[in-house]
């Protein structure tokens, strides 16, 4: 026995060598092989030097293996060599086809071993006469395939069977001939796809008697049933899939635009409607192609808000604006609606003009006048040690134009615009650094003699009313604007953020009342009349920033006691938020109603 071994692309490929086969390879191996070698199903034995196939229980030597054509010749080991035997083990063609592996070719016969009490005269049965003896007598039949002979004589059973090699036309054969056929042994057909049929349940049918020969898998009528069924549910899903494809899911597509598009129509005539039915100015309407062409592709950024980014544009006429894009998920409908139509119609030096909009889909833009100072953050604050740019009569200038803005949005003829978002971003100065409101996201319509219903807190921490986060410090109203502008008053006499007390939990009005009642904050620096406008400021952002907004002026008298003398000033109540419990405005605050009594002291010294 011989076994050479090559790897060719991962696969191992081997072959054998017994007695006279000498190339014995896939499928077929020999016993001792490597594991990768060949096929378990069809594995081979050498005795003796010679091939060996264990099939059925039965012994057979391995004569040829013709590989192109996939034929094996195999003969029974008890009839290999011309003696008088009965078969190893008996073997019908019956047992082949069903095996699995193999398939009788249609060029074998079978030959049946019958034992018989009586003597046959019928010359379809050879006598075998090294097999008989006085009491019993053996005969061999020849059947085509593996049909057995018709007729059997009650007297005889069939001991014994094996396939052979016939050519049907010779008759009245002697058994010496039949022994010689028998020697010449039979012829197995295999395919890979037998064995995968075997392995299933299924059996081999020779399907074509053409060389080569071909073989189909046979399921027996259960298993033709279920083909036919898993081949009707096939052509269900492919019908199902087609319509899908071609016929549903262009519906839905249709579907969700024709949805988009009556969507963006119902957006945007609610913009145009709502503009129409405040009777307010006519701001143009711009496609957003005409927003891409005015700011050059935004190509420059002026800044970034709440609510979307601002880039510098230019009209036809050469006139400068600003066009603040809007960001689809931070800024609803309504919202948009609101800034449109709050300053739509609002013609007034200190309030920032809007020249137009763009709603079209998803894309959201306002196209305002062009502030080029930017915002008043930019200049009240202290940096560094370096003073601020404006003197203190400009500063007192500033505050009086943005009080008259303010004054003018509360003082409608039916009703007034509330701002809730006054903070330093959103008061933007002109090239001659006229201070004018912005920013009207948060804004709201309501009648003068209403107080304002709030579903949720809005606006700016730091710069928010104490009304605005909890209900205990009083009703919404237009002296929620005024705190937040007393706040920015705070902070410019001050020079110094809210937002920017360090590690101070100090409530800011009550820091600033401290610190103008103690004498602490610094006047010497300046001339007498600059100390007046500061301690002026002072004392006017401390009014507007008293706790219960009762006790607030409005902004008609923000604006006559910024006209007025300090000497009509009193000192205010020092603010406080001690009474109620409640934490620190600068902490964030949920938008849940649940959430806006927060347990825990706000008043904090400083």
């Known amino acids: 026995m011989f076994l050479s071994i090559v790897t060719v692309r991962g696969r191992t490929l081997c072959s054998s060598v017994c007695g006279n086969i000498t190339n014995i390879r896939h499928p077929f191996r020999l016993v001792g092989d490597p594991p990768d070698c060949g096929n378990i199903g069809y594995q081979l034995s050498c005795e003796n030097n010679k091939t060996i196939l264990n099939f059925n229980s039965g012994k057979y030597y391995v004569k040829k293996i013709d590989y192109e054509e996939g034929i094996i010749r195999l003969v029974d080991v008890n009839l290999a060599n011309g003696s008088c035997s009965f078969p190893y083990f008996p073997l019908s063609m019956g047992e082949v086809l069903w095996d699995g592996r193999y398939s009788g070719l249609l060029t074998n016969r079978q030959v049946d071993f019958l034992n018989c009490s009586e003597d046959l005269t019928d010359p379809a049965y050879t006598r075998v006469p090294c097999l008989s003896g006085n009491a019993h007598h053996v005969f061999v039949s020849i059947s085509d395939y593996f049909f057995l002979p018709d007729g059997i004589p009650e007297s005889c059973v069939s001991t014994s069977a094996v396939p052979t090699i016939y050519d049907k036309s010779k008759k009245n054969l002697s058994y010496e001939t039949i022994s010689k056929i028998l020697e010449e042994g039979f012829d197995l057909g295999w395919t890979d796809g037998c064995w995968d049929c075997w392995s299933t349940g299924a059996y081999c049918n020779l399907a074509s008697e053409d060389e080569p020969y071909t073989y189909r898998c046979n399921y027996g009528d259960y298993y033709a049933i279920w083909e036919v069924i898993l081949a009707l549910i096939e052509a269900f899903l492919t019908v199902i899939i087609l319509i899908v494809r071609f016929i549903l899911l262009p519906l839905v597509v249709f579907g969700f635009i024709l949805h988009k598009y009556i969507t963006t129509r119902k957006k945007n005539k609610n913009v145009d409607n709502f503009v129409q039915s405040r009777q307010l100015g006519t701001p143009k309407r711009y496609s957003y192609t005409d927003i891409i062409s005015m700011t050059n592709n935004f190509k420059n950024k002026l800044g970034k808000g709440g609510f979307g980014s601002v880039y510098m544009g230019q009209l036809l006429d050469g ?109 933007l100065l002109d090239q001659n650094f006229t201070p004018k409101i912005a920013a ?65 939990n100090a409530f800011f009005p009550s820091w600033a009342y401290d610190q103008l009642d103690g004498g602490e904050i610094e006047l010497e620096t300046v001339a007498d009349s600059e100390a007046i406008t500061v301690k002026k400021l002072l004392i006017i952002g401390l009014w507007c920033t008293q706790v219960k907004a009762s006790d607030r002026p409005s902004m008609s008298r923000v604006v006559e006691i910024l006209q007025g003398s300090i000497n009509e000033l009193k000192m205010p109540p020092r603010p406080s938020l001690s009474t109620p419990q409640y934490v620190s405005l600068r902490e964030p605050l949920s938008d849940s109603p649940k959430e806006l009594l927060i347990p825990e002291s706000m008043e904090r010294s400083s």
């Open 319 to 427: 006139c400068l604006v600003s066009v603040k894009l809007l960001e689809t998920l931070k800024v609803n409908e309504e919202n948009f609606i609101n800034e449109v139509a709050r300053i739509g119609g609002i013609c007034h030096y200190n309030v920032v003009q809007l020249v137009g909009f763009c709603s079209e889909g998803s894309k959201r833009a306002l196209v305002c006048e062009y502030m080029p100072n930017g915002s008043l953050e930019k200049y009240i604050f202290s940096r560094r040690g370096k003073a601020h740019k404006f003197s203190w009569e400009k500063l007192q200038e500033i505050a009086l134009g943005m009080a008259k803005g303010i004054e003018f949005l509360h003082r409608g003829s039916d009703e007034c615009i509330l701002h809730f978002d006054i903070k330093p971003e959103n008061i």
């Open 440 to 504: 009207f996201s948060l804004a709201k319509f309501y009648a003068k003699s209403d107080f304002v219903s709030m579903r949720a807190t809005e606006g700016t921490m730091g710069y928010m009313a104490p009304e605005l986060i909890s209900r205990d410090f009083g009703d919404v109203s237009s002296k929620s604007d005024v705190y937040s502008f007393g706040i920015l008053l705070l902070e410019m006499a001050s020079e110094r953020r809210n937002v920017d007390m360090g590690s101070s």
